[in-house]
């Protein structure tokens, strides 16, 4: 896992050519007037999602893993919480879903797991051991039908794996 804000991506260009293409799209690219959905992202041989939403209580947290695709998630209006733990140390809920490429895992009783305070301009990379829950209220202890929701507008960039 990654995190960082999209001002240093020139730090990651050695990743990867597909995550670096993927980095200077998300610098350089206005999601305001784009369509929520699903968009071709052919010139890092993957895709863009643009998502449209708001945060939800810890309460509601559920982590999520994929084998496929790597996630990077840059947040471009909002802030929220993402939720991190390696998938190792979490208790599968929902075995892996070959066509959606992802597995669920409990988020209850799970430990200690790291806390990411996304706000705009950040953007976090997630390969298939990171489990991550992300969309979750910004501050800590947020509970459902409590103030703390916060309207997101967030990219997720689907990279294959190598």
Known sequence: MIIDHIANRAVYAELDSNVKAALDFLSSTDFTVLESGRHELPEANGYFMVQRYETRAADQAAYESHR????????????????????????????????????????????EHAELAMAPGYFAIFYPEDGHAPGLNPSVGQTAGSPGVESMLKIVVKLPVR
């Open 68 to 111: 496929r695709f790597i996630d990077i998630q840059y947040v471009a209006c909002g802030r929220e919480r993402i939720l991190w733990r390696p998938i190792s140390e979490l208790k599968v809920t929902h075995e892996y879903d070959e066509a959606g490429d992802y597995a669920l895992y409990a988020s209850e009783g799970i430990g």
